[in-house]
């Protein structure tokens, strides 16, 4: 599943790092991909526990949920309502750049194996195209097949995916088991799942990045559960965190790796420790004799603090990933002023009785980022009539702002019974609740005139978003030509460097004066040029360039073998020092003697 766009411009791929320099040497996990393929879009974190671009640029995740493939219906939730394509338009239009997917060890164990399907739940009349004969009430395709086409409309869209390992079995109510392994499926099995997912997905950077388990949970009581500390046994969470973190890393080291946090962490400063209770019975009630710290399930990080997890080499691609909701869900300790039970909750007091030291410590003293993978709830006056759960929602909101926390909203579903979603119609998926949107919207990354920003480089975010690169600067893949004629030479009066000072490229020697790479006729070569020919490369129909501008590109091989990545890669290596001018025109075998 390699990108149309990473397919035509696969030279690329090495000039993008030779571009970069140092500063991606320092901190980016090591490419993985064979020399002809492309990848552009890999995210990696900082020294500074930020989450950067290929170039160090930060980026912020933000996204939706979207589930069904954990919970047997084999496909996304809903299907069965809308059109699958139109939902994932409607999604990249509506300024979401990461959409999470719940799934299952079992239906990837399903895929690689290649077993059959045990049902598929679409309505065949509303998508004929996910089905074999393509017509209005045809035969379901496979479900892989159809999660595949899924993949490959997110990517047209600018949405980049991270999947979810939700559950081990595949049921809707899977996440309430503990941990990542069951009776039906073993660690093992979960570490062969993660590594061939990882593995079948590396040439394809719309899978980003991969969240491990779903919400590890459980108390001593519970009789499974699930631990942080620095031993090897069986249900501690960081060190099978570690374990599926290589299984990934080890098949593509540029994915992105969440690891959730558990439920419980011993008060180890009271006496307490894994083998208490789950309540001091003597005291019950009283918190300040409780033997745990509670949190949500996955939300607890203080073990992070003495056993951070260790990914060695792979250390740049982590990111811890908490679960955060609101009193709907469930009226926890912190939903309430412990010294004045009339007064409600504020942003001062859910840090000091619950966010700062179960999370919000590793974002605030930088020591890594997070993306809150699941936050979300009524706001309505029907679900939500106290209006309590809004206000919870708008404090961790403005946080998530104020900190540029990355998150993936819960649930683009209309179907979860105790939040509600961004579709509502009651189970008939019809429209967007427009009030949730709304609210949600302001923590959607946007730039200053509104245009929501794509996690790609070369695709906008739907319909009306903008390209990673023309964020930070670049041109539009778009852009429109001048209706006015351009010069298409450059004629100084001056002698022209041979070597790359600004921004403005040299004057070709010999003969010639036309301005080799000026794929974009701006006067001047830079990567914008780049990507014009990769885009060109792709896509010429949508993409097209000017004959002048044409003439200009083909650097590599010149009028034997036409615009390709390979002209696409000489323009990157001339923007990084590594030719100059007087290079051009080249053949391939002098490009790759250089390179």
């Given at each position: 599943?390699?990108?149309?766009?990473?397919?035509?411009?696969?030279?690329?791929?090495?000039?993008?790092?030779?571009?970069?320099?140092?500063?991606?040497?320092?901190?980016?996990?090591?490419?993985?991909?064979?020399?002809?393929?492309?990848?552009?879009?890999?995210?990696?974190?900082?020294?500074?526990?930020?989450?950067?671009?290929?170039?160090?640029?930060?980026?912020?995740?933000?996204?939706?949920?979207?589930?069904?493939?954990?919970?047997?219906?084999?496909?996304?939730?809903?299907?069965?309502?809308?059109?699958?394509?139109?939902?994932?338009?409607?999604?990249?239009?509506?300024?979401?750049?990461?959409?999470?997917?719940?799934?299952?060890?079992?239906?990837?164990?399903?895929?690689?194996?290649?077993?059959?399907?045990?049902?598929?739940?679409?309505?065949?009349?509303?998508?004929?195209?996910?089905?074999?004969?393509?017509?209005?009430?045809?035969?379901?395709?496979?479900?892989?097949?159809?999660?595949?086409?899924?993949?490959?409309?997110?990517?047209?869209?600018?949405?980049?995916?991270?999947?979810?390992?939700?559950?081990?079995?595949?049921?809707?109510?899977?996440?309430?088991?503990?941990?990542?392994?069951?009776?039906?499926?073993?660690?093992?099995?979960?570490?062969?799942?993660?590594?061939?997912?990882?593995?079948?997905?590396?040439?394809?950077?719309?899978?980003?990045?991969?969240?491990?388990?779903?919400?590890?949970?459980?108390?001593?009581?519970?009789?499974?559960?699930?631990?942080?500390?620095?031993?090897?046994?069986?249900?501690?969470?960081?060190?099978?965190?570690?374990?599926?973190?290589?299984?990934?890393?080890?098949?593509?080291?540029?994915?992105?790796?969440?690891?959730?946090?558990?439920?419980?962490?011993?008060?180890?400063?009271?006496?307490?420790?894994?083998?208490?209770?789950?309540?001091?019975?003597?005291?019950?009630?009283?918190p300040e004799y409780q033997p745990y710290h509670g949190a949500w399930w996955g939300g607890n990080f203080r073990g992070v603090r003495d056993y951070p997890v260790d990914l060695g080499k792979y250390?740049?691609?982590?990111?811890?990933?908490?679960?955060?909701?609101?009193?709907?869900?469930?009226?926890?300790?912190?939903?309430?002023?412990?010294?004045?039970?009339?007064?409600?909750?504020?942003?001062?007091?859910?840090?000091?009785?619950?966010?700062?030291?179960?999370?919000?410590?590793?974002?605030?003293?930088?020591?890594?980022?997070?993306?809150?993978?699941?936050?979300?709830?009524?706001?309505?006056?029907?679900?939500?009539?106290?209006?309590?759960?809004?206000?919870?929602?708008?404090?961790?909101?403005?946080?998530?702002?104020?900190?540029?926390?990355?998150?993936?909203?819960?649930?683009?579903?209309?179907?979860?019974?105790?939040?509600?979603?961004?579709?509502?119609?009651?189970?008939?998926?019809?429209?967007?609740?427009?009030?949730?949107?709304?609210?949600?919207?302001?923590?959607?990354?946007?730039?200053?005139?509104?245009?929501?920003?794509?996690?790609?480089?070369?695709?906008?975010?739907?319909?009306?978003?903008?390209?990673?690169?023309?964020?930070?600067?670049?041109?539009?893949?778009?852009?429109?030509?001048?209706?006015?004629?351009?010069?298409?030479?450059?004629?100084?009066?001056?002698?022209?460097?041979?070597?790359?000072?600004?921004?403005?490229?040299?004057?070709?020697?010999?003969?010639?004066?036309?301005?080799?790479?000026?794929?974009?006729?701006?006067?001047?070569?830079?990567?914008?040029?780049?990507?014009?020919?990769?885009?060109?490369?792709?896509?010429?129909?949508?993409?097209?360039?000017?004959?002048?501008?044409?003439?200009?590109?083909?650097?590599?091989?010149?009028?034997?073998?036409?615009?390709?990545?390979?002209?696409?890669?000489?323009?990157?290596?001339?923007?990084?020092?590594?030719?100059?001018?007087?290079?051009?025109?080249?053949?391939?075998?002098?490009?790759?003697?250089?390179?």
């Amino acid at each position: 599943m390699i990108s149309f766009l990473k397919k035509a411009g696969a030279a690329l791929a090495a000039g993008a790092l030779l571009a970069t320099g140092a500063a991606t040497a320092m901190t980016a996990a090591p490419v993985s991909a064979a020399p002809d393929e492309y990848h552009d879009d890999w995210l990696h974190v900082n020294e500074n526990a930020e989450i950067v671009d290929m170039n160090g640029k930060p980026v912020w995740l933000t996204g939706c949920n979207w589930f069904g493939y954990n919970v047997g219906s084999q496909v996304f939730d809903g299907v069965w309502s809308i059109n699958m394509h139109q939902a994932l338009n409607e999604i990249a239009d509506h300024g979401f750049n990461l959409l999470r997917v719940p799934m299952s060890t079992q239906i990837l164990l399903q895929w690689k194996n290649k077993e059959p399907d045990p049902i598929i739940k679409i309505n065949e009349w509303k998508n004929p195209e996910l089905t074999v004969e393509g017509i209005e009430g045809g035969t379901p395709k496979y479900s892989f097949d159809i999660w595949n086409m899924a993949v490959d409309w997110c990517r047209e869209n600018g949405i980049k995916i991270m999947m979810d390992i939700h559950s081990a079995t595949t049921n809707a109510a899977g996440h309430n088991y503990a941990l990542w392994y069951d009776s039906n499926y073993s660690e093992e099995d979960w570490l062969e799942a993660l590594a061939w997912f990882a593995d079948y997905y590396k040439d394809d950077d719309t899978i980003l990045a991969i969240d491990l388990k779903n919400e590890p949970h459980g108390k001593k009581d519970d009789g499974i559960y699930a631990k942080w500390d620095g031993s090897s046994d069986a249900n501690n969470w960081r060190y099978a965190a570690e374990k599926g973190a290589n299984a990934v890393l080890s098949k593509n080291p540029n994915l992105l790796v969440m690891v959730e946090g558990i439920e419980v962490y011993p008060k180890f400063e009271k006496g307490f420790d894994w083998d208490s209770p789950s309540t001091d019975y003597g005291h019950y009630g009283d918190p300040e004799y409780q033997p745990y710290h509670g949190a949500w399930w996955g939300g607890n990080f203080r073990g992070v603090r003495d056993y951070p997890v260790d990914l060695g080499k792979y250390q740049s691609q982590l990111v811890y990933s908490p679960h955060d909701y609101g009193p709907l869900v469930f009226e926890q300790t912190w939903f309430r002023n412990i010294n004045d039970d009339s007064e409600t909750f504020t942003k001062e007091t859910l840090m000091k009785d619950y966010w700062y030291d179960t999370w919000a410590f590793l974002v605030e003293e930088k020591i890594s980022p997070l993306l809150m993978g699941e936050w979300g709830g009524f706001i309505d006056e029907v679900g939500d009539p106290t209006g309590e759960n809004k206000h919870w929602m708008q404090i961790l909101r403005d946080y998530m702002i104020e900190k540029h926390i990355h998150h993936t909203f819960w649930c683009f579903n209309e179907n979860s019974s105790d939040t509600g979603g961004l579709i509502a119609g009651k189970c008939n998926w019809e429209h967007w609740d427009e009030e949730k949107y709304e609210f949600v919207k302001p923590s959607l990354w946007q730039d200053q005139n509104g245009k929501f920003i794509s996690l790609d480089h070369t695709i906008p975010l739907g319909q009306n978003g903008i390209t990673l690169t023309e964020f930070y600067g670049g041109a539009k893949p778009t852009d429109p030509k001048p209706t006015d004629p351009q010069p298409t030479t450059v004629k100084p009066t001056d002698p022209q460097p041979t070597t790359l000072e600004n921004t403005t490229a040299p004057q070709p020697t010999g003969s010639s004066d036309r301005l080799w790479g000026d794929a974009n006729e701006d006067k001047k070569v830079d990567l914008n040029d780049a990507v014009a020919v990769l885009q060109y490369a792709a896509l010429p129909a949508k993409y097209p360039l000017s004959e002048e501008g044409g003439l200009n590109a083909d650097v590599v091989d010149n009028g034997t073998s036409g615009i390709t990545g390979k002209d696409a890669l000489a323009i990157q290596m001339f923007d990084a020092h590594l030719i100059t001018a007087k290079d051009w025109p080249m053949t391939g075998q002098q490009m790759a003697a250089i390179n």
